[in-house]
């Protein structure tokens, strides 16, 4: 996959597409809190022969240029509008099919909601959300504890070599069930050089943000759905408890909710086989008209 700067009216998007894949079902898949587009590289390349492939780095995350101030992201919203103007500026006349992994599943959500009519087909892997009962209470505007926030404020940022930084994470937390070219590819695209070092794209303070900025309208935005979806989870660790993938699966829209043995929250680099598949399951059932 080649990576491209796209310009939009906020400033540019940094971007990954498929070579020669132009002609085919306009696809673009959003990442996780933190992570960054080439991560995905090595699971979205087999899909280049049926579509039109692109996924980007969100607001403060990889390469992309858009303001980034930690203190003005308030919610999930914004990554999703940036999605939804990013889509309007590759093709605002297609029908796209859209896929994401934690947050980029739940804002890949928030995006069809958004603009339904831009939206052919959903796959969320994993996707990052507060319980209904809980979303329910911040939306009521109670303080809830963000352990996830807390623990991105301690983050490393600053690395003197590409091999410490790949030390550093090599084996440990959640990079423990990683391939080693996962963990090259978020590091090739997650660090950017500067003159102390090699320092994380995504500043520990923004990521630390972005966990605070949650969205509590992920019920909201599935009971909107129209378009096809299938819902992956994780087996440990999973973003998607009981009551929620329940929810999901009732769906009218839903042609699958389940959650796979074996896997954590990175589905996506433990059975990339599976999202692949569900991509081209949902855009099949898009095709027909389900």
């Not at 084996?171 to 660090?191: C, H, I, P, Q």
């Not at 796979?260 to 027909?288: C, K, M, N, W, Y």
Request: charged share 15%; net charge negative; proline share 6%.
């Amino acid at each position: 996959m080649n990576r491209i700067t796209i310009s939009t009216p906020a400033g540019p998007v940094s971007a990954l597409q498929a070579a020669g894949s132009s002609r085919g079902q306009p696809l673009h898949f959003a990442h996780a809190t933190g992570m960054n587009a080439q991560l995905y590289a090595r699971m979205l390349a087999p899909l280049a022969a049926d579509f039109a492939i692109t996924a980007s780095d969100a607001r403060g995350h990889g390469f992309t240029g858009l303001p980034k101030d930690p203190a003005a992201l308030t919610s999930w919203d914004e990554f999703a509008a940036d999605l939804d103007m990013l889509l309007g500026v590759i093709d605002g006349d297609a029908r796209w099919i859209l896929a994401g992994h934690s947050m980029g599943a739940a804002v890949s959500l928030l995006a069809a909601a958004l603009r339904p009519d831009r939206v052919a087909g959903l796959v969320m892997v994993d996707p990052a959300m507060l319980p209904f009962e809980v979303s329910a209470l911040v939306r009521a505007g109670q303080a809830i504890p963000n352990p996830m926030a807390d623990q991105a404020a301690k983050r490393r940022g600053l690395f003197p070599s590409r091999a410490d930084a790949r030390a550093a994470y090599h084996g440990r937390g959640v990079f423990r069930t990683w391939m080693d070219e996962d963990l090259d590819a978020y590091l090739a695209g997650g660090l950017v050089e500067s003159a102390e070092g090699l320092e994380l794209a995504c500043a520990p303070a923004f990521e630390s943000a972005t966990f605070r900025a949650v969205s509590p309208h992920v019920e909201a935005a599935l009971h909107s759905l129209t378009c096809p979806f299938i819902l992956i989870a994780g087996e440990h660790g999973s973003t998607v408890q009981t009551g929620e993938l329940a929810a999901f699966a009732a769906h009218p829209a839903c042609l699958g909710a389940t959650r796979i043995a074996g896997t954590t929250h990175f589905v996506p680099l433990e059975r990339p086989d599976l999202v692949r598949d569900a991509i081209a399951q949902v855009s099949s059932a898009a095709a027909s008209g389900r």
